[in-house]
């Protein structure tokens, strides 16, 4: 690099001595192994990415024991921020145009197509699959958002209506989001399963607070950094990694939580989770009867995808008015 | 708006020469004599005893033990029923999933509809009947249960059944299966219509049910009892059972029922909601709540008097969704609380079977202690009481139309639900102060809105944290109305093709 060769005159030939030594560089680079840049897994609260307030972490590992990452263990203060960021952007989102939430739901699939690769190699990981089993899940993960980011604007059609009355009154109903959705993702599919809880509350308008797979949390961990980079606005859905049976008990008994989605609940809390819902009167979506978390197939769209989940998290207003002159 | 300064607006009122549009001071009592017009009892035959309905038969509770029914009117008992005991709900809800798989249950859609058309038929048949027997039991107005509560109920049985054999179209893409045996609770408010609203969409959708009534208004469930009999419905389809709360809890818990639903206080629906813990059971709730009646000054003045007259004191208060807080726009507080005493001098208080009755007696007299004690607390926090001079009857549990003003939103009688004729005057300024404190409680079942201008209802009505809105009008049903609550006051919807969501589980087709 640094030998004492003629050295050609000018600009060009200045340039031209610059290129040279940066060839010679890379190749250097090249045959030493290059370090990785590792990512830190954090939570997502508010449109941040803080790390839990707790400053524990638990180990993260693949389904054949290799370790992945240190994700945070999410404490009950993370919760609480997170259930208070959720609420406070809940307006805003449930006053969005329908259609205006539609696109930015289609939206965050476009930006999972551009991150496919990554998404594929961390679904693998955490699933044990080969990456050509890994590519499917990650696949119709996308194409879920778009079929759900389609019905925004197309769900008050199919569940409201106009009432026929028997008085001269003009009667409708009209859905309306419930709030503050707390979803405990299913355990078992990182990814898919997690996208196809998510994207039904979210679509109808309400905001969430979401507490992963506690053994498979990193794709949930990154579908956090495109959400946070797409147009859905902060708060609307946060992000909590940890232990369920830390965090479960905290989610099902905030009083600022609106409904429940409890199809990740591991069958030893669901009483205790029903019990501490009722005190606020929650609504519960659950895991339909006979439906096993483990073994349940995301990938039958028949099954998977179901405008009901969407109406689990509205709220039926019907509004009355005389006819007169 | 008034010509009048706010403080001789203030004087006026306070004052018993204030000229009014009756002609009447404040607190003075109507001039004018209503003749008596009863309504004739003689269409009613009270047994001397009523037993449990199970599998299509009157049957005695498994221990023989009756309790009395009190005509809260005349705090005399009417008849003695059965007080059903755990073995009867055995009994009860064995019998339902007997007809539930084996009659029922196995019906074609096109059949169930024809029973339940012929059941609303018989209600229409014997209206009269039940209204009286209605009023008798609960304390409600003849004119409120002849005109509203029986052709209601008779609304929903028709307009269920013509959903029996139309599910299909209800669920697009889905097949609707029934839920099983539905264990139904109902209030005292409402006992038929109540009935009514549960009852109908359940059978519609091929549910069998165990239906427990309040303890204190047995008498038209068992009745209803008869209908079924006389519409020849399998047995076991429907099973009433009378007795006390602790019998509700236990068909909660029971193993053997699919679905819970309840209507009542939000207390109770919280123990409900506890008591399927842990279970597949489907639950609805209908709970409390304590409705904004929000009056902006651009309304009809007098419109929005009758409507908030009709909002609170409608069968005495005892309504869930009732107007029970109003909202006034400060500049016309004074004209409207003038009109609205003017209008409650006018109002009837007593006998329930006298046509003429406009609020009737409270149900129970622990219900009357407890709005008893919620108004004292109104007064004791310093809110400013009102009563019309009206005659109350010398026995019965009467209660007269209450009209608190300067109430603030920490008052007890401004946060609770009183359940009685007892309204809360609270006023606001900008649209937006009156949609913090409509939403500033716990409940969020119904609310109103008085203004003239259009837009500003469906900007109201989108902000309002409540199930139903009535936009210049009040407490209006109708059986293709869906009604139900938000936040505590409940979930599911009863009423329109949305109340037979909550009777059915959905397959793929």
Redesign the interface.
């Known amino acids: 690099m640094a030998s004492r060769t003629p050295q050609p005159k000018g600009e060009a030939a200045a340039r031209a001595r610059v290129s040279s030594r940066a060839v010679q560089k890379a190749a250097d680079r090249a045959a030493a192994p290059r370090i990785e840049v590792r990512k830190t897994y954090k939570l997502y609260i508010g449109g941040a990415f803080p790390r839990t307030e707790s400053g524990r972490s638990y180990l993260v590992s693949a389904k054949d024991g290799t370790p992945l990452a240190n994700a945070c263990r999410g404490s009950r203060k993370d919760l609480r921020d997170a259930v208070r960021a959720a609420r406070q952007a809940f307006p805003g989102w449930a006053a969005r145009s329908a259609m205006n939430r539609g696109q930015i739901l289609y939206r965050v699939a476009e930006l999972m197509e551009g991150r496919r690769d990554q998404f594929v190699e961390e679904v693998a990981a955490a699933e044990g699959l080969r990456p050509d089993r890994a590519r499917p899940l990650v696949d119709r993960a996308i194409d879920r958002w778009v079929w759900y980011a389609g019905w925004a604007d197309k769900i008050a059609q199919v569940l409201g209506s106009s009432n026929p009355v028997a008085a001269s009154y003009f009667n409708f109903t009209i859905p309306e989001p419930t709030g503050v959705v707390g979803i405990v993702a299913p355990e078992t599919s990182s990814l898919l399963g997690l996208v196809s809880r998510l994207a039904p509350p979210l679509v109808a308008g309400n905001s969430v607070v979401l507490i992963t797979s506690e053994k498979r949390p990193l794709p949930a961990v990154t579908l956090s950094e495109v959400l946070a980079t797409s147009d859905v606005p902060g708060g609307v859905v946060n992000v909590i990694t940890g232990l369920k049976n830390e965090l479960v008990p905290v989610l099902a008994a905030h009083v600022d939580v609106d409904a429940l989605d409890t199809w990740g609940v591991p069958d030893a809390l669901r009483t205790d989770v029903d019990l501490a819902a009722a005190e606020s009167v929650k609504r519960i979506a659950r895991r339909p009867r006979g439906v096993a978390d483990a073994r349940f197939d995301w990938t039958d769209d028949r099954a998977a995808e179901r405008p009901e989940w969407i109406a689990a998290f509205l709220e039926m207003k019907t509004v009355w008015h005389p006819i007169g002159v | 708006m008034p010509d009048v300064t706010s403080e001789t607006k203030l004087q006026r009122i306070g004052s018993d020469n204030a000229p009014s549009s009756w002609g009447l001071g404040d607190g003075q009592a109507i001039p004018w004599e209503y003749a008596p017009a009863p309504e004739s009892r003689e269409i009613v035959t009270i047994r001397d005893r009523y037993g449990l309905f199970i599998n299509g038969r009157e049957v005695d509770a498994a221990d023989g033990e009756t309790f009395g029914t009190v005509n809260p009117a005349t705090e005399e008992t009417l008849t003695q029923v059965a007080k059903a005991t755990p073995a009867d709900a055995d009994r009860a809800v064995r019998a339902a999933r007997k007809a539930q798989r084996h009659s029922w249950g196995q019906l074609a859609g096109r059949e169930r509809a024809k029973y339940l058309f012929r059941i609303a038929r018989i209600l229409q048949e014997r209206s009269r009947e039940f209204a009286v027997l209605e009023s008798m039991d609960s304390g409600k107005p003849i004119k409120e249960s002849r005109d509203v509560d029986v052709p209601l109920a008779a609304?929903h049985f028709w307009y269920y059944a013509g959903w029996a054999d139309k599910l299909d179209y209800a669920f697009?893409g889905r097949v609707a299966r029934p839920l099983g045996v539905a264990a139904q609770i109902i209030p005292w408010n409402f006992p038929l219509l109540m009935l009514a609203w549960k009852i109908a969409p359940a059978l519609a959708a091929g549910n069998t049910v165990v239906l427990k009534p309040a303890s204190t208004t047995p008498l038209t469930a068992l009745l209803f009892a008869d209908v079924c009999r006389q519409a020849d419905l399998p047995p076991g389809t429907v099973n009433i059972l009378t007795g006390p709360g602790s019998i509700g809890m236990h068909l909660v818990t029971h193993p053997g029922i699919d679905k819970v639903a309840f209507t009542g206080s939000?207390e109770v629906?919280?123990k409900i909601?506890?008591g399927?813990?842990?279970t597949?059971k489907g639950l609805t709730?209908e709970?409390g709540g304590k409705a904004a009646n929000i009056v902006f000054e651009d309304a009809a003045l007098d419109q929005a008097v009758e409507g908030i007259v009709n909002g609170i004191y409608f069968n005495q208060g005892e309504v869930c969704c009732a107007g029970s807080r109003l909202l006034a726009q400060e500049s016309i507080v004074e004209p409207l609380i003038e009109k609205l005493k003017d209008r409650l001098s006018t109002i009837r208080v007593g006998d329930p079977l006298d046509k003429n009755t406009d609020v009737g007696a409270i149900n129970s007299r622990a219900q009357l202690e407890k709005i008893t004690e919620l108004v004292e607390s109104g007064k004791a926090e310093g809110a400013e009481f009102y009563q019309p001079a009206c005659d109350l009857p010398e026995v019965g549990y009467f209660f007269r139309p209450t009209l608190f003003t300067n109430v603030a939103q920490s008052h007890r009688i401004a946060q609770e639900e009183i359940f009685g004729p007892v309204l809360s005057v609270l006023t606001f300024r900008t649209p937006d102060e009156a949609v913090e404190k409509a939403n500033n409680t716990p409940y969020g079942l119904s609310a109103g809105i008085w203004t003239e201008k259009g837009s500003r209802?469906l900007s109201m009505?989108?902000k309002?944290k409540?199930?139903?809105?009535?936009?210049?009008?009040f407490n209006?049903f109708?059986p293709?109305?869906?009604?139900?609550g938000?936040?505590?006051?409940?979930?599911g919807?009863e009423g329109?093709?949305?109340g037979l969501h909550a009777y059915v589980r959905?397959e793929?087709r």
Do not use: C, Q
């Open positions: 609304a697009p939000t629906g919280k909601a506890r399927v813990a842990g597949d709730l709970l209802i009505a989108t309002m409540a199930g139903v809105v009535w936009a210049n009008t209006k109708d293709t109305s869906p009604f139900g938000y936040k505590e006051s409940g979930y919807r329109g093709m949305h959905l793929d």
